[in-house]
């Protein structure tokens, strides 16, 4: 019966003629020159090493690799047409035999003719039959020139001939087996060495390692050198994959397993090329055996060579640890050598609460990576090792460079640790090269003139409104289409008003003064209560508002106040300049706190000069940093019983003027020779300092403390005074000379003559700050990220610090520039790290400006309250008060509350992962996390499916705040009331029990809500793109009560067209175009 072949089994097959065609010096059973040729000395026979299934004689007799699993002798079977093709991966110089039988274990019977390979596979085909049976391939050796060596042997060998049995003429008498067991030989005798040359190939370079091969004596035949590669045995360490290198030999010839010494020659020379990837990574380590010998070589593929010039640089402003309490600051490096397999780690602090415990480098964990000596010194070496968490060396690089490793400082006070810092990349160099000039800002128009409109109102304001768009339009269009010279008049016209001055400002401008609102909205809450009948429930004499009004206050300047751009001024400094009403007494002391915003509001938008000046003398910055009654050092039987505060001169110089670091014009840091940051400062310039701000106090108080007469201070240790009696916290402090320091006094460059007085010592070390060319970069970065973007590119930043260095700090001319930059104007910037996260206080202002969130308590109340009708009449006429309560929970962020002096976000934070690897940092993503997150979510959830709770007034109109649609109905009943009877019913023919009209309403609304919020991004960036974000939201709006189109209800479609609003507004709102700005 006639056989159907089927099955198929490839079976090597030990002939008996193995010896008389295999070279076997050690007579093991396995040809010498596959060991060679795979560098598989030593092996068993009847072992199977690579566990493959085929013994290592079967793969020795086959020619395939006995440590390679992948490298076996197999086969594989197709049907075809009437005929079966058998396919065997072969190796050129092996012979092949196809064998069948109607059994495995009956007699095999060879199908048609043996075949040589010549190259890396044969084929078999033949007739299929009827019946069932199986194949099996045979692999033999074969002698084509009868030499004694197989012909496999002479196609690994270089020069070799397998039809020859003299392949190298009349210089070698020798034949063929001679030679190559003279090559076998000097192989296992050690005749031939392996020397290291150069041990690391390095990418930026593109310089090779290399290997140099030598032969004891010259022979004029070819050599041979088998190489084995592999990676590392250590699973700490990073393996060279083929991907990261190529092998050339000396002439440049790519490599392929093996290289030749040429005739008459003794050396040949290897390359390991490196091959360049972005990915920065510890050393490749690359395992290189001669095949036959005992000699192997290890080298490493890197990514640059160490030099000072390919370190990166990675730094750490340390703070206190979350949850401590500590004036302590410092600065931590760490030096990454080019091929980032080893580090320096440098660390200083100073103003810590106690004696230092130790010093270490952490992961997030806090797990110890490295101990650091705590002190100034030239640095503690660092090798990047597998530990902790991290199972590898990689491991621990991809978290540094990720800002998933930190610098710790404990002390005995704080065992679990004081202040802490994460690395984060930096950029820096020796000399300073200033950025090229910007493209031209495009002109816009159209809805990307509209766009840019909304953009530039949400970057300057507390939110854009359909009013302040419509104005911004109308002046746009004034200047013939020219919106940076409309953006630039109508910021000009914003910071001109007369700066907040009570008792002096004219009638009728629109600055108000949160002071002045204070005042009265204390006395109306407290009037309300004590007016009322002892027998209410509400009725309260002694009625505390605390610090209430000042919070309410300034949510009324945010969401009616006139002065926009000045008042978003203020609430930038006021993150800079920071006091805290975390403080008990600032809390208490609410007129005085008001009138600090106040001055910020005023002087923000003069000199940084004198800005500087306003709050060093203030006395609230006085009480929070401690410089308030601070006096020279009191010496007493030899004995220091008074030295001056430091806290003040510290934070003068670290975060109100010249930082920590000395930087370049453009931001970027400026390093000394030998690779590190250059301190602005030291410990000996803060004691210096903090002499100068010695006798400083009040200058009036009321007298008495509980009446509104005010007189001038007298004593330099006078008290605080009381609540709501605040003369003496709202007028700058003066100077008393007999507690000042008279001495001379030498600075951060500064030296200061002995004798001035304390004014003079004043006036001089603001001058210096001012003029100090760190200043300019430190501060303008600073209002950047306050306004446009956290990561303002080297250009940007440059540019409006050469504004603020030209103009002498003028705060105005600075702000324009920050506005008005090409980078802040651009919308088609190709720069992925463009704009920033909203603060969630300027998020739910933008949300109630633009839907007209408002209570029902006029303003107007307040002037039964000695509210002077000149501050009235700078609001809007039907103002409403916004009596909101506290967001510290709901928001992470109240107003002038920020947990410490160093905001309620740094400057340079980054959450660890993609942002921290490509060195960005985002500081507002420090408040967030997945509760916060939620609860700013909620938090504008609450004015869209309700109203946003706020404090009443006893027995009087709710002061909730509540948004207005109405101008979002309308929208929605453009698209869908075809009749204009004002209600969507089936007498609206064509668009009634339509989908996709009432998907197009859907559309008017979420393109309002989306320009008003997100500056029109959704749109711009996705269209009508399925699956995209705005799809999304609009296929969601649109699908509520779907199912009920075809009611003939009007009230029950008002209802829907509601819910599909809300959503609308709920879900735009909670996008990431709208948590950010771009």
């Not at 491991?395 to 984060?424: C, H, R, S």
């Not at 300073?432 to 509209?450: E, R, V």
């Not at 210096?688 to 400083?696: I, S």
């Not at 209800?1049 to 819910?1059: E, F, I, L, P, V």
């Amino acid at each position: 019966m006639p056989l159907l072949f089927h099955s198929l089994r490839a079976l090597p097959f030990l002939v008996t003629t193995l010896p008389l065609l295999a070279l076997d010096l050690d007579g093991n059973g396995l040809d010498d020159v596959w060991e060679a040729r795979y560098a598989a000395s030593g092996l068993d026979p009847a072992a199977d090493a690579d566990g493959d299934g085929q013994s290592n004689l079967a793969e020795c007799l086959a020619g395939t690799d006995p440590l390679d699993s992948a490298s076996r002798f197999n086969a594989g079977v197709q049907p075809l047409s009437g005929q079966v093709k058998v396919t065997v991966p072969a190796q050129p110089g092996k012979q092949y035999q196809l064998t069948t039988s109607s059994t495995l274990t009956g007699a095999w019977t060879p199908v048609g003719s043996p075949i040589l390979a010549t190259t890396a596979s044969v084929e078999f085909t033949v007739s299929a039959s009827a019946g069932r049976g199986f194949f099996r391939a045979i692999a033999t050796d074969v002698d084509s020139d009868g030499d004694g060596l197989n012909d496999w042997s002479e196609m690994q060998l270089a020069g070799f001939d397998r039809l020859s049995d003299h392949s190298f003429g009349a210089g070698v008498t020798d034949g063929d087996l001679a030679v190559a067991t003279e090559m076998i030989q000097m192989l296992r005798n050690g005749d031939v060495s392996l020397t290291t040359t150069t041990s690391a190939a390095y990418e930026k370079e593109n310089t090779p390692a290399v290997l140099t091969f030598a032969r004891s004596v010259a022979k004029n035949y070819p050599f041979t050198l088998f190489l084995k590669t592999s990676g590392a045995t250590d699973p700490t360490k990073s393996s060279a994959s083929p991907t990261d290198y190529t092998l050339a030999d000396g002439g440049g010839a790519a490599v392929v397993k093996r290289l030749v010494i040429p005739a008459a020659q003794t050396t040949a020379t290897l390359n390991i090329k490196p091959i360049a990837d972005t990915k920065a990574e510890v050393p490749e380590r690359l395992h290189i055996v001669l095949g036959g010998s005992s000699r192997s070589s290890d080298v490493t593929v890197c990514d640059a060579a160490n030099t000072t010039a390919n370190q990166k640089l990675l730094l750490a402003y340390l703070r206190a640890v979350p949850g401590v309490s500590s004036l302590g600051t410092g600065l931590a490096t760490v030096r990454l050598q080019g091929d980032n397999d080893a580090a320096i780690v440098t660390v200083s602090f100073s103003n810590l609460n106690s004696p230092v415990n130790s010093t270490q480098v952490l992961n997030s964990a806090n797990s110890i990576l490295q101990s650091v000596p705590p002190a100034n010194y030239g640095g503690q070496a660092w090798s990047i090792r597998a530990s902790q968490n991290f199972l590898s060396d990689q491991a621990v690089l991809d978290a540094l460079l990720a800002g998933g490793v930190k610098l710790g400082v404990y002390t005995q006070a704080n065992v679990t640790g004081e202040i802490e810092g994460q690395f984060q990349p930096a950029n820096g160099s020796s000399e300073f090269q200033a950025p090229p000039a910007p493209d031209p800002i495009a002109t816009l128009s159209g809805s990307a003139l509209d766009q840019d409109i909304s953009r530039f109102l949400l970057q300057a304001t507390f939110g854009p409104t359909p009013a302040s768009i419509a104005d911004m339009q109308a002046r746009v269009a004034a200047k013939n289409g020219d919106r940076i010279a409309a953006f630039s008049d109508w910021i000009d016209e914003q910071l001109r008003l007369p700066p907040v001055a009570p008792a002096t400002t004219p009638a009728g401008t629109p600055s108000p003064s949160l002071e002045l609102y204070t005042i009265s909205a204390n006395k109306q809450d407290i009037l309300v209560r004590s007016s009322l009948p002892t027998s209410d429930p509400n009725y309260n004499a002694a009625y505390d508002p605390n610090n209430n009004n000042r919070r309410r206050g300034w949510w009324l300047f945010a969401l009616s106040g006139q002065d926009q751009l000045r008042q978003r001024m203020g609430f930038a400094l006021s993150e800079i300049f920071v006091i805290s009403d975390t403080d008990s007494l600032v809390a208490d002391r609410s007129y005085g706190s008001a009138n600090y915003y106040d001055m910020l509001c005023s002087r923000g938008t003069g000199t940084y000069r004198n800005l500087l000046e306003g709050v060093a003398t203030h006395p609230m910055m006085g009480w929070y940093l401690s410089h308030l009654r601070n006096q020279k050092t009191v010496v007493t039987n030899g004995v220091v019983v008074v030295s001056p505060d430091e806290n003040f001169a510290r934070e003068i110089m670290q975060l109100f003027s010249i930082g920590l670091v000395k930087l370049h014009p453009d931001g970027s840091l400026k390093l000394g020779s030998d690779g590190l940051p250059i301190p602005t400062y030291g410990q000996a310039d803060i004691t210096e300092m903090a002499r100068v701000f010695t006798g400083w106090s009040f200058s009036r108080y009321n007298n008495p403390s509980t009446s509104d007469t005010v007189v001038t201070n007298t004593t330099f240790n006078r008290g605080n005074g009381n609540e709501r009696y605040e003369s003496q916290w709202t007028a700058p402090m003066a100077m008393f000379a007999a507690y000042h320091d008279v001495g001379a006094k030498s600075m951060i460059g500064l030296s200061l003559p002995a004798n001035q007085t304390g004014e003079k010592d004043l006036a001089d070390v603001l001058d210096y700050l001012s003029a100090n060319t760190n200043t300019p970069p430190f501060i303008c970065r600073r209002l950047i990220q306050r306004f446009t973007a956290a990561n303002p590119s080297s250009g940007y930043l440059y540019r409006v610090s050469e504004k603020f260095r030209t103009t002498n700090g003028d705060l105005k001319e600075t702000l324009k520039a920050i506005l008005l930059d090409p980078e802040a104007r651009s919308t088609d910037l190709p720069i992925a790290s463009e704009g920033k996260v909203r603060e969630p206080l300027l998020r739910a202002t933008s949300f109630l400006r633009a839907f007209g969130g408002k209570s029902a308590v006029p303003i107007a109340d307040l002037i039964n309250y000695d509210y002077p009708q000149t501050e009235l009449d700078k609001f809007p006429a039907g103002s409403m008060q916004a009596r909101l309560n506290s967001t510290t929970s709901a928001l992470l962020q109240n107003p002038m509350s920020a947990p410490t002096v160093f905001n309620f976000f740094l400057p340079d934070y980054t959450p660890a992962g993609t942002l921290a690897a490509n060195g960005l940092v985002s500081p507002e993503m420090q408040i967030a996390n997945e509760n916060t997150v939620i609860q700013a979510h909620n938090y504008i959830y609450s004015p869209i499916y309700g109203s946003l709770s706020a404090s009443n007034l006893p027995n009087q109109t709710t002061a909730n705040l509540n948004i207005d649609v109405t101008p979002l109905n309308a929208l929605y009943m453009a698209v869908v009331d075809k009749n204009g009877d004002g209600q969507f019913t089936n007498l609206d023919t064509g668009a009634f029990n339509n989908a996709a009209t009432i998907k197009q309403a859907c559309a008017a609304v979420l393109d309002r809500v989306d320009f008003l919020l997100c500056a029109g991004s959704l749109k711009v960036r996705y269209g009508d793109t399925p699956g995209q974000t705005r799809a999304i939201i609009l296929d969601g709006a649109a699908s509520i009560q779907s199912q009920n189109n075809n009611s003939n209800n009007a009230t029950n479609q008002a209802t829907y067209m509601r819910d599909r609003i809300r959503a609308i507004l709920w879900l735009v709102s909670t996008s990431p175009e709208c948590v950010t700005l771009k």
